[in-house]
């Protein structure tokens, strides 16, 4: 399997902290993973890189439901690096991954993962998209779907590289009239909805249970 957009150069690489911030240079996210891949699917794309000492895909501890990301932890940064040049820009299962460092908690983030409600039944990711990449980097987003009718719910998350991107989409955003909606658009930080806490929880590496040898 080749990446799409391999990066050659160190200078290219993603990395996932801010400026002038410690960050461990074996540690990686995995942004956009397909709803239903596993640990073992990415294990297939990574182990080859390189020895992994763990993958662990960030879910909802009472559903399960895959919050599309997740980490991989190399023995060291060398792999690391090589699975940045790699991987990131590859496009599996209709996803394009996006591997870069993780970045370790910091003010830089907080507050940076919205939770929208009221959008239009039938609007996309891409759709989505278009709305909110005017205010920032998007790092990660989801269109919720029904279980039984796998029909949008009018609810999505939608997560920047920083707080302050999110800040200004809510300014912008809540309380907008959009084509096509019932009510009008309700943003606000997803703090309650545990995808923050999960991804940045200092010691994470508790959570990381799948090992891969």
């Known amino acids: 399997?080749?990446?799409?957009?391999?990066?050659?150069?160190?200078?290219?690489?993603n990395v996932g902290a801010g400026d002038q911030?410690?960050?461990?240079?074996?540690?990686?996210?995995?942004?956009?993973?397909?709803?239903?891949?596993t640990e073992e699917d990415l294990a297939l794309i990574f182990t080859p890189i390189g020895r992994v000492e763990s993958i662990k895909i960030m879910r909802d501890y009472n559903t399960?439901?895959?919050?599309?990301?997740?980490?991989?932890?190399?023995?060291?940064?060398?792999?690391?690096?090589?699975?940045?040049?790699?991987?990131?820009?590859?496009?599996?299962?209709?996803?394009?991954?996006?591997?870069?460092?993780?970045?370790?908690?910091?003010?830089?983030?907080?507050?940076?993962n919205l939770y929208i409600t009221n959008l239009p039944k039938d609007i996309t990711e891409e759709e989505v998209h278009k709305l909110f990449c005017s205010y920032g980097e998007i790092v990660q987003k989801s269109v919720l779907k029904d279980?039984?009718?796998?029909?949008?719910?009018?609810?999505a998350f939608v997560r920047f590289s920083k707080g302050n991107e999110a800040q200004a989409a809510i300014a912008d955003?809540?309380?907008?009239?959009?084509e096509n909606a019932m009510l009008p658009l309700s943003v606000r930080v997803a703090e309650d909805h545990g995808r923050q806490k999960a991804q940045y929880l200092d010691n994470w590496g508790l959570s990381m249970h799948n090992r891969v040898n």
């Open 21 to 37: 911030v410690e960050y461990d240079k074996t540690k990686l996210i995995v942004n956009y993973i397909p709803q239903f891949a």
């Open 64 to 112: 399960g439901y895959s919050f599309g990301f997740g980490f991989v932890k190399y023995f060291t940064p060398e792999d690391a690096a090589k699975a940045i040049q790699q991987i990131n820009g590859m496009n599996y299962k209709n996803k394009r991954l996006k591997v870069s460092y993780s970045r370790p908690p910091g003010t830089d983030m907080k507050d940076s």
């Open 173 to 178: 955003l809540d309380g907008k009239m959009l």
């Open 147 to 155: 279980k039984i009718t796998g029909m949008p719910r009018g609810v």
């Open 1 to 13: 399997m080749q990446p799409e957009n391999p990066k050659g150069n160190q200078s290219d690489l």
